[in-house]
C-alpha cells in the first residue's frame, strides 16, 4: 500500500498533468490554476501535518488537507462539465481526490477521540 505522503504527491502532480492537457484560454486557465493550487497544497499541508508541533497544530493541517482536496473535487466536477474530453482521467482524480478526503477525516476524528483519552 502506497504511503500517504507519495499519494498526495502524484495526485498532485497527476491534477498537474490534466492541466497540462487543457486547453489554453482565460476561461479554462482560471479552473486549471485553482486546480493545480489546491492539488499541490493537499501534498504540502499533508506534509506539513507530519511536522506538526502539537496536536491541535496537526489536527489544523490536517483540516487544511481536507478543504484543499475537497476544493481539488469542486474543480475536477467543474471541468468534468466543461471539457469534452478526458472524463475518465477526471474521475478517476476525483475519485482519487475522494479517498484522501475519507482518509483525512478519518485521521482527524482518530486523533480528536484518541486526544479526549
Not at 486549471?32 to 499541508?45: E, P, T
Not at 489544523?60 to 474530453?85: G, T
Request: with cysteine; charged share 30%; glycine share 0%.
Amino acid at each position: 500500500m502506497q504511503n500517504l505522503k507519495d499519494r498526495t504527491k502524484l495526485f498532485a502532480i497527476n491534477c498537474w498533468k490534466l492541466c497540462s492537457k487543457i486547453p489554453y484560454s482565460r476561461e479554462y486557465n482560471a479552473y486549471v490554476n485553482q486546480l493545480i493550487r489546491s492539488s499541490s497544497s493537499v501534498g504540502a499541508n499533508y506534509r506539513a501535518a507530519q511536522r506538526a508541533k502539537s496536536t491541535a497544530d496537526f489536527l489544523n493541517k490536517l483540516k487544511i488537507v481536507e478543504e484543499e482536496a475537497d476544493e481539488s473535487m469542486y474543480f475536477l466536477e467543474l471541468l468534468l462539465e466543461v471539457l469534452k474530453e478526458n472524463h475518465e482521467e477526471i474521475r478517476a482524480l476525483h475519485k482519487e481526490a475522494n479517498e484522501i478526503v475519507s482518509i483525512i477525516v478519518t485521521s482527524i476524528n482518530n486523533t480528536r477521540k484518541n486526544n479526549l483519552k
